[in-house]
């Protein structure tokens, strides 16, 4: 029997954000699987805007064109970038953390609120909701105006809860979404503090492309995930 | 460690069902897990409009009191009968097999098509589709115009091929959602023979309430599904 | 010439309710209508959330079918419990109260606020409204945090002045949808002391099932609303 | 006790329609009310595309003007022309016949399909069930391809047989809607021959015009419909 | 070669409105381009409500049949009266400001806030951006509570000011729609102000038409725009 | 007087398309404006799925950073690929040929189909189509099931004249978009052919850019489109 091999994708450069989010997932994930941690070789410390998430979505496929023979992928970043482009390229299951933590959020509550760093982002955020559908189920996406590496420290945690039971209290959020693998750290001690799931995608992501594995879904070829001419993983 | 213990809700009477369910379940769980199948003590050999779905609802919140002690939950019958009730009335993760079957496919494909037996319950399940955001990412439902209990035998296969054929080639649809527990034992004989992931909600079902379980996200109380009073499970 | 006799069914227990609501329906009704205040013989005193909208389901289904021979049934708890399947059971017209409040408010004004009992049910209503369609029509669902059974007296009249008050200057709505059975009561008041229709639903919703029989307009055995084998009326 | 008067508003010069859909109401509502036939006193014989209904809504304002004493108003013409802005002229309730059409056919089955007259004004249509929220309620818009002044004889009654079976036996519609208040005759004989409710708006509007000057619910003049200065009815 | 020749078909009486529009579109448009400023011969001063609507749209229609020979039409007024039925009456491309207003605004930014005169108009702006697809990408619908004759002087666009820094800096706008013609004089005024695009419609709209032109797309004479019987221009 | 500069920015590495394509955009264009053509140094040869669409992105953003100082942009590439991120690298305004012919169909005709050429791009289209609010006004997306590369020739016209004439006459399309650069030759031979409006995008998405440079309209900086740090143009 060959156990589940997990390729997680982090499209930044940071080994640091890599390693914390493999930690998640192990901690996550049965004992008898393997977790690949696949660091951008290029790109951006941190993605914030569109910008970045252009080259994101290139580092995605890079990595995943240097390790094609992985059971699984995890897209370890909010945006999902390249999501489309690497279901075109494999038969193993693709998930983003952003997907998966909407799906989580959306089992576990009726409406859910989105937390991230700066409000630049928030347009794009609400744009991805609506084409995942999940618009009306959201209360609000609430941006902390710090950016992605002012994230960690108590002060951090505080900012986070203070934006949380405003969604709870004033919007009717049931459950917090936070839309940016750097704050996952913090996931636990707001969850503990609000006394909501708080969703962050990088486990539940990653049991969810384990999930599809032994469900023995794997993405499908005909129509609109059909294999690029010549450039077949 | 505790293992986790999944109550398998079969909302109709047939032990035939539950037990076809239960194998499904568990042969996709890892083996430390329980899968506990509850049968419906009344209500309807087979749920096939709204009529039975009332009833549905009532005997799955039944089976959820009955067996409060589980860590999670999944409702066994397409419609997802009584999901909402029943996250009021537990703080386990519960999972229906219709909102799990449309995940997954929504991970697997960019289009699916959902086939069902009757064409009476064609607008519930569109109705369905609506209410989870989900209805653009649907090519078509589809009904084979056979019942419940006519969905045995190699001749059913061939039925759910035919349509399923007409749903690839001419509405683009990459996945077929299978839309009733009886359908799940042709899944993998469809899914050959279409060369598409066939979804039933079973398997990944049963798969998505254990991860949520593992990633420590249990159903909020904040709002939505607050405990009704006098009634927590 | 046989008269129009009217199922007001009341899913909770409360015959206090029942005989309230056929008052309102009866005030509305012409003379030579009948009204059949029909009470739940089981379940809940008072509906505030899906545990026990599941069991308004089932009591609104017996009385049906306790009383099979009327012209028109009018579902007198606001989320409309069991509405389908009831459509399954007859060739009368069923009306709901909920989706003839937001009928009447439709008509009368562009834009209608929702007001409540709890925060916990204001998803459920979101949720209804985009199921009828109504979603962008609404100006808001708010909740005045008061139970079912705290609807009586002045105080009440005045927390719903308060809060209509905020719904028509703040948010912009042209008429007020009172979402509980209970506060129809306090409809006239609300509506004097504001200057805008208010919409409970109750006589809306006795009139509408009216209107279809004078109309000649039965609910459709074609397609979704089939009887159930063996379960017809 | 002062008995109801409508106002059935025909914004098309044709007195014999009006003449058609005062019987039609008139045979709908109780003996003790009044209906008012006013026929537009210019602009044109049918209203077929959006060039005549910019007419139309004219002489629906013109209509109310020089009738204001009434007490309730019914457009009886299927694109309601002017709906909004006879609203803003009055204090009675408004009702177009398109909307109370579409409203019926909501109540009495799932899904309904739209027949109209000519290919031009689908979109037009299926615009009007977008701005209702019941774009999803919608099985089909379907053209006869003749025009207004072809719809009578049996030979229509025959044309929209065709079309309605169609729409119930491949489109999955309960309910036909006909679009048209020239189609509005055939509707019994349409209804008697496909087995379905057939919704045609003009009796039903008339009865829904009364059924909100019965349970006491006006026009409001908060907000939108606020009348505009010098212009007030 | 012959120019273009535009016809902008201003709804209202009032000739100053008329000139100052004018000099907008001649302002944007290249030298070579004839603007022909046509005014409405009846009617109203101003357009506020949905019953001067009406009324808007016949004089946009008397205007474009008193001028059959232009090569291309802006109706200026924003909610753009009529627009489908001019384009039933003529093969040129037909703009209203209000549409490009809301182009513009969707190309130079992702969200826009409209800003409006009164409160009661702010339901039917928001009615008009659903049509448009466009309620998304809209971050609020403000009004001033000043009515069309009192957008002149320092004092106006302050006003403007005010309102629009509260939707950029509360509601994430990034773009400003003035949603009436009288307020196009200021817009410069609040774009230099406030340092966001400020889209008001009237010379961008006059270049879409245009373009449309030097484009050679004209009105589609197939299908919904097909002219009207016997009332082609 | 500074003469308007655009950047036509083609992300395939087809110097023959990027020709191509500035003819069309320089044919519709005054004479006093200037096209660069500039052309992808890597990439693809073509852009037929969502793997080739990640490096378009890149490619459109090299370009723009090489040639920072002109006055528009236009993404000649269909699906419009890094067009927000774009927005964030400059003040000048950048706009795709997919949104540009989207924008010009909804001008000139009520419902649009577009044609494509590979069945494994339609529910990309379809997506696109929802995120910019238009999939309502799309009467259906076709297919050719031929590729880029086989989009030249008499027998490539007819192929689209066939589909066009299916989407006109049987699914009422007005107007048609073709929706590859590829195609854009064939556009003025079939729209002769079928005697509607063929949008492909660039010549209009060249004015577009240019109507906005004229309008003073520049990509506000505020909010979404917000300069990202380090990496402004």
Redesign the interface.
Known sequence: VTAFRLGLLNPNTSVEDTDAMVALARA???GDTEVHGLTAQAGHMAI????????A??QV?ALMRAHQDLDGYLIACFDDP?V??A???TTA???GIG?AAY??AS?????FAVITTL??G???L??GL????????CAGVLALERGVREQSGDDAVQRIVDVGAHA?DEL????LVLACGAMAAAA?AV?AR????V?DGV??GA??A???W?????????????S??G?AL
């Open positions: 996550a994930l049965p914030e805007g569109e910008f970045e998430h252009v080259d979505a290139v496929l390249g489309h482009a279901r075109e390229l299951p693709v998930v997907h799906i989580s089992l576990v509550g009726r409406r409000r630049r928030v347009a794009a609400e744009d609506l084409a995942h559908g999940l618009r009306e189920r709870i009717g959020a049931d459950v636990a969850s609000l006394s909501v799931p969703c486990a539940f049991l969810t384990h999930a599809l032994l469900a023995g879904l794997s993405t499908s070829k005909r129509n609109a995930y059909r690029p001419e450039a």
